[in-house]
């Protein structure tokens, strides 16, 4: 769920940088380009960290170890609590509806294989497949070229060229994938529509230098729209036909300025990704360590006296509540490593700072993940401590290690 979430805002976000710095700019194929880029970037993002230093390193050889503490549960789930838990429901859900989504985009791909069985098609130059008179169109797709009669606007096919020379059919096809993927994140939708009109302002860009501007967009206006088409084709009349003339309209601008728009929005963006992965980074949970660390002994004694950066520790952290208690109280044993059977001990190493505050708690030892997952959630519930003392009476952080057994009965 957590996943969804964070690609659904990546792609937010980098839409929202669309919108403000490049839409309607005449930079086509790096718009283009950035779109593809955002709507296949954000699902990356989240796996994406830097490798960071904590600000409170732990100490080798300092830690101290606490009494264990037991944390029973029966094996036998609850009345009324079955092994399948909500979170999982919803992945189920999630998938279905995904699956039912890539089964519609396969079926629509059949129809189209399906529709060209027995089309008769003209090859012209760059391999295009010119199919007149099949009641469709026009429009185009992969290297197709559709027309619904016989007749064959010269405009119209030298602007559905373009569409099959710059493989614009593929564009579509991997954002339907990624709608079918990502089917919750809204976002897609936007940048779909963005990229077919990007598509067509590249198109109508060609189709005017060669007819003229006038007798482009006067092609355009004296066009009769409602035509047939299937969902994966690119039409001619193609909506917001405004945005297409006003881009017809536009003085080309010269290969500087476009130069300098495309070199601004690409610093903007190589800064937004940074950005958005050391927030991400710096979010994170600390990184497990090896399961081989070392404790200061098995028997649950607190050693005394053990040697800080800061020198000797004269007293010990200690703890103002029964932390035993606090632990068995706020722990709740996984319901998923219940329903596998799942027990075993979970070291979790925290340090108590000069302050007394409990910090950059991390996993020393753990039998799975859920185990883990819960271990450190309730030890950044910890309240304060009393911070330790040196032999100079100055508070010192010192590094602590609990034990917890989960154990099923």
């Known amino acids: 769920m957590n996943y969804i979430i964070q690609t659904t805002a990546y792609t937010g976000v980098f839409y929202l940088a669309y919108v403000l710095l490049l839409r309607?700019?005449?930079v086509h194929s790096w718009n283009r380009f950035y779109l593809l880029l955002s709507a296949l970037l954000a699902p990356v993002l989240p796996f994406l960290v830097l490798p960071t230093v904590p600000d409170l390193p732990m100490l080798a050889g300092t830690v101290f170890n606490l009494p264990d503490i037991t944390i029973l549960a029966s094996k036998k789930m609850p009345v009324g609590t079955s092994g399948i838990s909500f979170v999982q429901i919803c992945i189920v859900l999630y998938a279905l509806v995904g699956a039912l989504m890539l089964g519609r985009l396969v079926m629509e791909y059949r129809a189209y294989?399906?529709?060209?069985?027995?089309?008769?098609?003209?090859?012209i130059p760059g391999n295009i497949k010119v199919i007149t008179n099949c009641?469709?169109?026009?429009g185009s797709f992969n290297r197709y070229i559709f027309f619904p009669g016989l007749e064959q606007d010269p405009d119209i096919l030298n602007h559905e060229k373009v569409h099959v020379l710059q493989r614009h059919s593929l564009d579509i096809v991997v954002m339907k994938v990624l709608r079918c993927l990502f089917w919750p994140n809204l976002f897609l939708p936007l940048i779909t529509n963005e990229l077919r009109a990007i598509h067509e302002f590249q198109a109508d860009r060609y189709g005017s230098e060669t007819a003229g501007v006038a007798p482009y967009t006067s092609t355009l206006l004296n066009s009769v729209f409602g035509t047939t088409q299937f969902s994966l084709m690119h039409t001619f009349f193609h909506h917001p036909i405004k945005r297409r003339i006003t881009m017809l309209q536009n003085k080309p601008k010269s290969r500087t300025k476009l130069r300098a728009i495309a070199i601004r929005s690409g610093l903007a963006t190589a800064f937004l990704v940074a950005g958005l992965t050391y927030l991400q980074s710096c979010n994170r949970q600390p990184t497990?360590?090896?399961?081989?660390?070392?404790?200061?002994?098995?028997t649950g004694e607190i050693p005394f006296a053990k040697k800080t950066a800061s020198g000797d520790i004269a007293r010990m952290p200690k703890a103002e509540y029964e932390l035993t208690t606090f632990l068995s109280e706020h722990i709740k044993y996984p319901d998923e490593a219940r329903s596998k059977g799942i027990e075993g001990k979970v070291i979790v190493r925290f340090v108590v700072n000069e302050n007394g505050e409990v910090t950059n708690p991390e996993i020393a030892r753990s039998p799975d993940t859920t185990l883990s997952t819960e271990a450190l959630r309730v030890t950044r519930l910890l309240p304060k401590w009393t911070p330790g003392l040196d032999k100079n009476g100055e508070a010192v952080r010192a590094v602590m290690a609990?034990?917890?057994r989960f154990k099923l009965d």
């Open 288 to 298: 497990p360590i090896s399961k081989d660390v070392a404790v200061t002994n098995a």
């Open 113 to 123: 294989r399906q529709f060209l069985k027995g089309k008769f098609y003209v090859t």
């Open 402 to 404: 609990i034990p917890i």
């Open 24 to 26: 309607n700019r005449e």
């Open 135 to 138: 009641g469709t169109g026009p």
